[in-house]
């Protein structure tokens, strides 16, 4: 719906009471980002030992700044992706 035509349509107190909606429900669109998040988190939890259980919050955009950034080492980032495709060819070797 075009801009123009909502001002036909609508007023401003439906207007107003659509923003208090959606800041309370997001429609669909607006939660993409948990909706792709939660996936990665199934995924990545079937690829992950039973000890590092990757939580969902893991694949959260931070948008408010609200978790400290993890510090790793060019090292260590390496050994992590090596250790998910490692499991990834393994699965697939076995699937």
């Not at 939660?38 to 990545?44: E, M, Q, S």
């Not at 893991?58 to 992590?80: A, H, V």
Request: glycine share 6%.
């Amino acid at each position: 719906m075009s801009v123009r035509r909502a001002q036909q349509e609508i007023d401003s107190r439906e207007f107003g009471e659509w923003l208090a909606y959606m800041s309370r429900e997001p429609l669909a669109e607006d939660r993409a980002d948990y909706q792709t998040a939660l996936l990665a988190l199934i995924t990545a939890s079937a690829y992950s030992s039973k000890g590092k259980q990757p939580k969902l919050e893991d694949f959260l955009p931070d948008y408010w700044g609200e978790r400290k950034p993890q510090k790793m080492s060019m090292g260590e980032m390496k050994s992590m992706v090596m250790a998910w495709a490692n499991a990834a060819n393994e699965a697939q070797r076995n699937g």
